[in-house]
């Protein structure tokens, strides 16, 4: 599956962004979709992931509160809905794809099936 993240920008501190994920070439329904971030001289964390239908979520206790995983499997798409940004968050998101059946394996250390381009999100104090 080829993914395809979009949405980045620059916004002011207590802003709201909203990231995209497209995905092609494959059954987007069959993978469990996340969203991880790098900020720069750090790791790249986990942000926030969905089950295969959307029923189950689990977010990072850094944006809980703050972000909102979605997605709509008619449009092979992704959402990352992020509000009351901090400059923290600036990093850059990448969507991710594994054929994990639940989002409980996905956190900073699990491997992921695939990865998409990321976007960069810029969170001005």
Do not use: H
Request: hydrophobic residues 35%.
């Amino acid at each position: 599956v080829q993914l395809q993240a979009s949405g980045g920008g620059m916004v002011q501190a207590g802003g709201s962004l909203r990231l995209s994920c497209a995905a092609s070439g494959s059954t987007f329904s069959r993978y469990t979709m996340s969203w991880f971030r790098q900020a720069p001289g750090k790791e790249r964390e986990f942000v926030a992931a969905i089950s295969r239908a959307g029923g189950t979520t689990t977010y990072a206790d850094s944006v809980k509160g703050r972000a909102t995983i979605s997605r709509d499997n008619a449009k092979n798409t992704m959402y990352l809905q992020m509000n009351s940004l901090k400059s923290e968050d600036t990093a850059v998101y990448y969507c991710a794809a594994d054929r994990s059946l639940s989002t409980a394996g996905i956190n900073n250390y699990s491997p992921i099936d695939y990865w998409g381009k990321g976007t960069q999100v810029t969170v001005s104090s």
